[in-house]
Nanobody, 111 residues
Framework: QFQLVESGGGLVQAGGSLRLSCAAS????????RFWYRRAPGKEREFVAS???????HYADSVKGRFVISRDSATHTVFLEMNSLKPEDTAVYYC?????WGQGTQVTVST
């Protein structure tokens, strides 16, 4: 079982940037694929980005070219650098690891 704690959310104007972090703790025995999801108000949770154990990244089309996922394997932390933010990026952002979800961090992008 893992514990995931997200941080870095907040209120930002459109065009701005935020950097989210997700720290993992618990019985971590290796380097796992890591994921970011988000849930916008009134919508289903959706995939945002992922990074494999070997460093391969994937992004939702809606964030491609604006968001960058990275990791620090030594500290089991994954990051999501969000640039050129849009109001439609407003959501609660969650990290995911092997069946476990964090509590989420709110990102609000104002016009």
């Amino acid at each position: 079982q893992f514990q995931l704690v997200e941080s870095g959310g907040g209120l930002v104007q459109a065009g701005g940037s935020l950097r989210l972090s997700c720290a993992a703790s618990g019985k971590i025995l290796g380097i796992y694929n890591r994921f970011w999801y988000r849930r916008a108000p009134g919508k289903e949770r959706e995939f945002v980005a992922s990074i494999t154990s070997s460093g391969t990244t994937h992004y939702a089309d809606s964030v491609k070219g604006r968001f960058v996922i990275s990791r620090d394997s030594a500290t089991h932390t994954v990051f999501l650098e969000m640039n050129s933010l849009k109001p439609e990026d407003t959501a609660v952002y969650y990290c995911f690891l092997k069946g476990c979800w964090g509590q989420g961090t709110q990102v609000t992008v104002s016009t």
